[in-house]
């Protein structure tokens, strides 16, 4: 049936190489990034006075690590009366608030078992600083999770970004855990690869980065116009910075803020993270993409671009790859089972995925060898691990795939993921100095 209706074999091919050179057109700007990190400096800010912030984190049942980040915050070489704690203890059922009052945070509990969420929890926390605290004048509002640590200097490096103009910012995204396993040091190396192969280049060529969950501020003016945190997706994050580059508002980075947080450790606490992560990608992309195509055409010269990043950001681009491994895959059953001829056809299906996933782990592979050097002196663990974890980190990439196909048709909700590693801020200082150097 189908030998009458086009060649098979030059189909095939034909189909193979449009998936291929579709991935090429879209990414290929990335590479770019790369070059730019390697052989151009990234710009640096200086503050010309200090600014009043909140500090916003919501928290459920993190009793076990609350208390440092709190601590990191109120050791900062920045004037402490500057900086107030806020967490949102969101329907906790320990002692999360009373540990987080005993280290010197303002506490707001929440009960809500109908709007769950971290966005939901930011919501009530802004609205309950605005109206009880208002009169502090809090000119911008950080956002932590409670397993961060953060470097001694962030407030101060941060401070200096705010102070330029940006009106939202996110920041040098380490990992307290690195060596637990594999899985940790997969989340570590893929976000040391966003923050100085993407974010990096993105500050350096001066067009929009993208906040990812933690480290970041929100100037209050962009808070409150929007009546609060009104981004409630999965990935409320991304939606954040989706919405904002569409409407123009251009994202800061700054390298020289170190934040550290805690990484999953089991592969279930992964995978039920990443499938949240690739549903919400999807749910941005559906409610986005129009906005930031638009944004490509009609917002202003120097603005366009970061529309375009963006796209391709939240682009469910891993749909390439399986879609053409599914494509593939019905050829070869269609071929074994008499529809199609046999032989050649099979033969090109079968290389084409060979070569799709053989592709996808050296580009992994690649970025994470290049990432772990660059960033070797950052990475607290040893070289035997680092060593290790290059090799794992393709792997780990590629659980990713099974993740993206299943959330394209399973719903998703927002679950917990319990902290338990206790680190202090001093044990961090000698490496953000070298980060700094």
């Not at 049936?1 to 291929?20: A, H, R, W």
């Not at 209050?220 to 910075?241: C, M, N, P, R, V």
């Not at 993409?289 to 490509?296: F, N, T, W």
């Amino acid at each position: 049936m189908f030998d009458s209706l086009m060649s098979q074999v030059s189909f095939v091919e034909v189909f193979n190489f449009c998936v291929f050179i579709t991935f090429t057109i879209c990414y290929t700007y990335q590479l770019f990034y790369v070059l730019v990190v390697l052989t151009r400096k990234a710009p640096r800010h200086v503050a010309k006075r200090n600014h009043r912030y909140a500090v916003m984190v919501a928290a459920r049942n993190e009793s076990a690590v609350i208390a440092d980040l709190i601590h990191s915050i109120k050791v900062q070489n920045y004037p402490a009366e500057l900086i107030d704690v806020f967490v949102i203890a969101d329907n906790c059922t320990d002692d999360t608030a009373e540990v987080a009052r005993e280290a010197g945070a303002i506490v707001f509990p929440r009960s809500n078992d109908k709007l769950v969420g971290k966005g939901y929890a930011l919501d009530y926390g802004f609205k309950a600083i605005r109206e009880q605290y208002g009169e502090r004048g809090y000119e911008a509002y950080f956002v932590f999770d409670a397993d961060n640590v953060l470097d001694v200097n962030y407030f101060r490096e941060m401070n200096a970004t705010f102070d330029s103009g940006a009106k939202a910012s996110t920041s040098y995204r380490n990992s307290k855990n690195y060596g637990s396993n594999w899985i940790s040091a997969g989340y570590a190396v893929w976000f040391l690869r966003e923050a100085k192969f993407l974010n990096q280049a993105r500050l350096t060529l001066n067009t929009s980065c993208a906040v990812s969950g933690t480290g970041f501020f929100i100037a209050a003016d962009i808070l409150e116009e929007a009546g609060g945190w009104k981004w409630h997706l999965l990935t409320e994050d991304i939606e954040f910075s989706a919405s904002s580059i569409a409407a123009g508002t251009r994202i800061a980075y700054c390298p020289t803020a170190i934040l550290y947080d805690e990484q999953p450790i089991t592969f279930r606490d992964s995978w039920n993270q990443r499938f949240r992560w690739a549903k919400g990608f999807y749910q941005v992309f559906a409610h986005y993409a129009g906005s930031l195509v638009r944004g490509i055409v009609v917002n202003p010269r120097g603005y366009r671009f970061a529309c375009y990043d963006m796209l391709m950001t939240i682009a469910p681009g891993m749909l390439l790859s399986i879609i053409a491994i599914l494509f593939n895959s019905i050829i070869i059953v269609l071929a074994l089972t008499g529809v199609m001829s046999v032989g050649q056809t099979v033969a090109s299906s079968l290389s084409s995925i060979f070569f799709c996933l053989f592709n996808y782990l050296m580009f992994m592979f690649v970025f994470g060898v290049l990432t772990t050097f660059v960033e070797w002196d950052s990475i607290r663990s040893t070289t035997a691990k680092k060593i290790r974890y290059m090799f794992t980190f393709p792997l780990f990439m590629l659980t990713y795939i099974p993740i993206a196909l299943i959330a394209l048709v399973k719903k998703a909700s927002w679950k917990p993921i319990r902290h338990s590693i206790s680190v202090d801020v001093s044990e961090f200082a000698d490496a953000a100095d070298r980060e700094r150097a």
